[in-house]
């Protein structure tokens, strides 16, 4: 039976991309960011995982605005990159899993999610960059099941139903025959705002609210409407969901091993977390 | 609580901003963004941009755009991708402080 060996938060800024291919991760600006992964490095070598399900939102490279999924998983044999407009650095291509995307897909839709499945698909510096700063310049060992959360368009789906989709898709997971060990990302966050007059802003006391909140009280940020969530945390700041959705698979309490909150990347407050069930 | 609704992007602004988003969704190609670089007003015509939305590319404006329906994501691959600015001189742009004072605001949230 599959096995889901923990879950890896982490902020997923497009700079990121740029600082990788630059070489940039001893640079004073960007050091205390990356080091935050050595950690993650050094357990993700102990825990062995096949399979990367991953929670992340596009940015207009997947999808856009002519037909705009709230939740969608692909189901593709390989995912493909872009340099989106910014010139990020592409990454190599991506194996897909297609056995367990169907099964989840599957899964999702008898408990009356609506997901949009899709057998081909672009995915961004959203899902990139993770993976990137997991297996830094090795082949990556794993496959990929991608799925995408809308961020653009409000209302956005709601905390609470994030938090749902990610505790189906555990059990989906969970009920899955073959020995896959799964690891599972939410990426995005934390706060940040990049447009308008509130540009740069930034709020450190509620991340940590919800970085605190996380393990043992995941239910927390399910308070808040999306409009709330990004008062809080600025409009982009809402990528939190993806971190909710990737907490809810993990059944019941989880214990956080490892966490490295940093201000700021690019505009960005950049958080990364790795929890495991308690 | 006090909701900052300004530039929270809903429908009605996703119908505005359509002309001007999808111009800028196309800038995940080099190809497109040469040919915006080649003659910005025939491109932004192609698309049929409004008025306003064309007079807030010319002049660069980030906040008429965002006022006109554009969203952060996709007009960051025009100020980004296309025109070169990064992150801070967006933010430096759009909040009327030197690029210097954008970021030093930013490290200072981090000292809280
Ligand atoms: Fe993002």
């Not at chain 1, 740029?18 to 960011?33: E, L, M, S, T």
């Not at chain 1, 596009?58 to 999924?69: E, S, V």
């Not at chain 1, 450190?204 to 999306?226: C, H, I, M, Y």
């Not at chain 1, 700041?237 to 809810?248: K, M």
Request: net charge negative.
């Amino acid at each position: 039976m599959a096995k889901i060996v923990g879950t890896i938060y982490t902020t997923h800024v497009p700079a990121i991309g740029n600082a990788i291919r630059n070489k940039k991760q001893d640079d004073p600006y960007w050091k205390p960011f990356f080091d935050g992964f050595n950690f993650v490095h050094d357990w993700v070598a102990q825990v062995q995982p096949t399979v990367a399900v991953v929670f992340y939102n596009d940015h207009g490279l997947g999808f856009w605005l002519d037909a705009l999924p709230t939740f969608a998983i692909g189901c593709a044999e390989e995912y493909k990159t872009k340099d989106e407009g910014w010139g990020i650095p592409t990454f190599t291509d991506f194996d897909g899993d297609t056995d367990l995307s169907w099964h989840i897909a599957d899964a999702l839709k008898r408990a009356d999610f609506d997901v949009v499945t899709c057998q081909e698909m672009y995915f961004d510096h959203a899902l990139a960059i993770p993976m990137e700063l997991t297996w830094p310049g090795v082949q990556r060992p794993i496959k990929i099941v991608p799925i995408e959360i809308n961020t653009v368009l409000f209302p956005i789906p709601s905390a609470a139903r994030c938090l749902a989709l990610g505790r189906a898709v555990g059990k989906a997971i969970e009920s899955y025959g073959k020995d896959e060990r799964v690891l599972v990302f939410g990426t995005g966050g934390l706060s940040h705002q990049l447009e308008g007059e509130r540009a740069g802003f930034i709020n450190k006391k509620f991340d940590l609210d919800f970085v605190d909140s996380l393990p043992t009280n995941p239910e927390w940020a399910t308070q808040f409407t999306g409009e709330e969530i990004a008062e809080s945390t600025g409009t982009q700041g809402v990528e939190l969901i993806n971190w909710l959705a990737a907490r809810g698979t993990i059944q019941g309490d989880a214990k956080t091993l490892h966490m490295n909150y940093h201000i700021p990347i690019s505009d960005t407050a950049a958080c990364t977390m790795v929890q495991v069930a308690a | 609580m006090t909701v900052y609704t300004e530039t929270i992007f809903y429908g009605p602004a996703s119908t505005r901003g359509y002309p001007l988003n999808k111009m800028c969704f196309t800038f995940n190609d080099k190809a497109a963004r040469d040919e915006f670089v080649s003659d910005e007003a025939a491109y932004c015509k192609k698309f049929g941009l409004s008025e306003a939305q064309t007079e807030a590319v010319a002049a660069r404006d980030i906040l008429k755009m965002l006022a006109e329906g554009g969203n952060a994501y996709y007009l960051a691959k025009l100020a980004s991708g296309v025109l070169g600015l990064d992150m801070q001189d967006i933010g430096a742009l759009q909040t009327g402080v030197t690029k210097e004072e954008f970021m030093a605001k930013l490290v200072a949230a981090g000292k809280d």
